[in-house]
Nanobody, 128 residues
């Protein structure tokens, strides 16, 4: 059974940091790229970052470039999203997703795109 489980969300003050984890089971990163998304209340889903082990590709949306870092721990089958310099506008539910085609950043930004697998999401709240 394929499963993605996020953790690491919480409440921080502006300027703070959090590290989100996306633990995968039932598949390996050889076959799936991983993307991080977020959805704030009343807003559309936003694609933030992707990592593809097959070709070593890493991508960041402009909104998080320079502040967020995505990485893989193959031994733990876990993808991380290190989030620094957090801002109140980063407040959202953060979710990871897996799909063989998610190496393509166009899909990351396509609101109609549905990855094969989603995690349950983790809340991040940044206060001013």
């Amino acid at each position: 059974e394929v499963q993605l489980v996020e953790s690491g969300g919480g409440s921080v003050q502006a300027g703070g940091s959090l590290r989100l984890s996306c633990a995968a089971s039932g598949f390996t990163f050889d076959d799936y790229a991983i993307g991080w998304f977020r959805r704030a209340p009343g807003k559309e889903r936003e694609g933030l970052s992707l990592i593809s082990k097959n070709d070593g590709k890493i991508y960041y949306a402009d909104s998080v470039k320079g502040r967020f870092t995505i990485s893989i721990d193959n031994a733990k089958n876990t993808v991380y999203l290190q989030m620094n310099s957090l801002k109140p506008k980063d407040t959202a539910v953060y979710s990871c997703a897996a799909d063989p085609l998610l190496f393509n950043e166009k899909l990351l930004h396509d609101p109609e795109y549905e990855p094969d697998y989603w995690g349950q999401g983790t809340q991040v709240t940044v206060s001013a």
